[in-house]
């Protein structure tokens, strides 16, 4: 089956700018899980979400923000674009049925932001 | 808190056995997981812990103490494609969803 999608796989943006990310779980997953990845922080978590819903948020401000739609999908957005935003944000995907579930992780999205 | 602490690099030769250690501070868990992930790609699953104890799956073995807040990652017969980063992650307990922690990763240089 399809694995983990997301788009776009480039970006660059410049600071004040908003953007958005999108991710496609595979397919029967509920649970969408976002992760911001830099060489200084490493892969930190941002927020996830099962069901619509966000179970849980990861210490960024509020200028990240994310959704899921009801076959799944999820967004995630970043407002007044900062140069430390600059990334590669990652996307996994899991059943969500209990925590250890195994997350499978999408190609994730480079974001540069001048 | 949650610190999580492994070698920030290790190199090891073709052929050989490597352990890399990672080391947590952090309550109410429920396994903890280790991930690969090669230079310019996302991480992929290696194993999840959820019990003390060793787990082995093929050339590579994960081990998990709770108690200590311990956990190694035990690779053999290396091979050149091993060569990337180990990420270890504890994770919260089943009621709080999928978040994991990660530690900042340990990059193995396999050399032949």
């Known amino acids: 089956k399809a694995g983990v999608t997301q788009t776009p796989r480039y970006l660059i943006k410049t600071r004040g700018q908003q953007v958005t990310l999108s991710c496609s779980p595979i397919?029967?997953?509920?649970?969408v899980s976002w992760y911001q990845q830099t060489p200084g922080q490493g892969l930190q978590f941002l927020f996830e979400?099962?069901?619509?819903?966000?179970?849980n948020k990861g210490n960024f401000p509020g200028r990240f923000s994310g959704r899921q739609f009801s076959n799944s999908r999820s967004e995630m957005n970043v407002s007044t674009l900062e140069l430390g935003d600059s990334a590669l944000y990652l996307c996994?995907?899991?059943?969500?049925?209990?925590?250890?579930?195994?997350?499978?992780f999408g190609p994730g999205t480079r974001l540069t932001v001048t | 808190g949650q610190n999580i602490d492994q070698p920030t690099e290790m190199t090891a030769t073709e052929g050989a056995i490597v352990q890399i250690n990672c080391t947590y501070q952090?309550?109410?868990?429920?396994?903890l997981f280790w991930y690969q992930q090669h230079a310019g790609e996302a991480p992929t699953f290696l194993s999840y812990?959820?019990?003390?104890g060793l787990e082995e799956k093929g050339r590579f073995s994960s081990f998990l103490s709770r108690s200590k807040g311990y956990s190694y990652l035990l690779l053999k017969e290396l091979q050149m494609k091993d060569s990337a980063s180990y990420l270890c992650?504890?994770?919260?307990?089943?009621?709080?969803?999928?978040?994991?922690?990660f530690g900042g990763g340990t990059r193995l240089m396999v050399k032949p």
């Open positions: 812990n959820v019990l003390d």
């Open positions: 992650a504890p994770i919260k307990p089943v009621n709080a969803g999928n978040m994991l922690t």
């Open positions: 979400y099962f069901s619509e819903t966000q179970r």
């Open positions: 397919s029967g997953h509920r649970s």
């Open positions: 952090t309550s109410g868990f429920n396994g």
């Open positions: 996994a995907s899991s059943k969500g049925l209990a925590g250890g579930d195994e997350q499978y």
